[in-house]
């Protein structure tokens, strides 16, 4: 059973498009984290949300946090080819677990 | 950079070979973790030392020995592998073991098991 789902698992869009990643959840978690990963290469951290409902921005990305806790979602605005990359989301269920659930990815593509 | 640097980046080994992945933190970070990537799977913890002392062992075969002489250097000593341990070896380091500190990763081993 995965206890993080993250979809859709491929896109492929054109340059100055936008999109929207899910990850999702049965679960509650006490925070959630966004990775990129770009081939030959581990997870960098994006962003990390904690408040159910918190809206963060980083540039043209924007990182929502379910009110319940339990999805969260990642908007691109105007996609660029530098946006390509593995998009992880990760879990954790708080107190002194520091064990991090990860999704399986969603893999963008953005072409010139 | 991410200031979590691996060694090798790549490796062919048989299964008969011994060979040992190395991990070093330049962050000053406490905690400590090997992760392994496979494809189609989510990121699998495989160890966890908090202040050199192991606090997790998510059911690892014992093929797979990690060792944490100090809080800035984790190895993964491995010996008799299968071909299905063919995968990414990722290391990473967090400030403390609780769910407020952030993980950030090295580049990964890549390994393959012939």
């Known amino acids: 059973t995965q206890l993080l789902e993250q979809s859709p698992q491929f896109l492929s869009i054109q340059e100055g498009e936008n999109l929207t990643v899910y990850c999702n959840s049965s679960?509650?978690?006490?925070?959630l984290q966004w990775y990129r990963q770009e081939p030959g290469e581990g997870p960098v951290l994006l962003v990390t949300?904690?408040?159910?409902?918190e809206v963060k921005k980083l540039k043209r990305l924007t990182f929502q946090f379910g009110d319940a806790r339990k999805d969260s979602s990642l908007h691109i605005t105007a996609a660029q080819p530098g946006d390509t990359g593995l998009y992880l989301c990760?879990?954790?269920?708080?107190?002194?677990?520091?064990?991090?659930?990860f999704g399986k990815g969603t893999k963008l593509s953005v072409k010139p | 950079e991410t200031g979590v640097t691996q060694t090798p980046r790549h490796l062919v080994m048989g299964m008969t070979n011994k060979k040992s992945l190395k991990c070093e933190q330049h962050?000053?970070?406490?905690?400590m973790y090997w992760y392994k990537q496979s494809a189609k799977k989510p990121l699998e913890l495989m160890f966890v030392?908090?202040?050199?002392?192991?606090?997790e062992n998510n059911s690892v075969p014992s093929r797979f020995s990690p060792e944490c002489p100090n809080s800035s250097h984790l190895f993964l000593h491995l010996h008799t592998l299968q071909p299905e341990d063919s995968a990414l070896y990722l290391c990473a380091s967090s400030q403390g073991f609780s769910n407020a500190y952030e993980q950030y990763f090295g580049p990964g081993t890549r390994l393959t098991v012939t």
């Open positions: 679960s509650v978690f006490s925070s």
């Open positions: 990760a879990g954790s269920y708080g107190g002194s677990q520091g064990n991090l659930i």
């Open positions: 962050l000053g970070h406490n905690a």
């Open positions: 030392y908090n202040f050199k002392e192991q606090t």
């Open positions: 949300v904690v408040t159910g409902g």
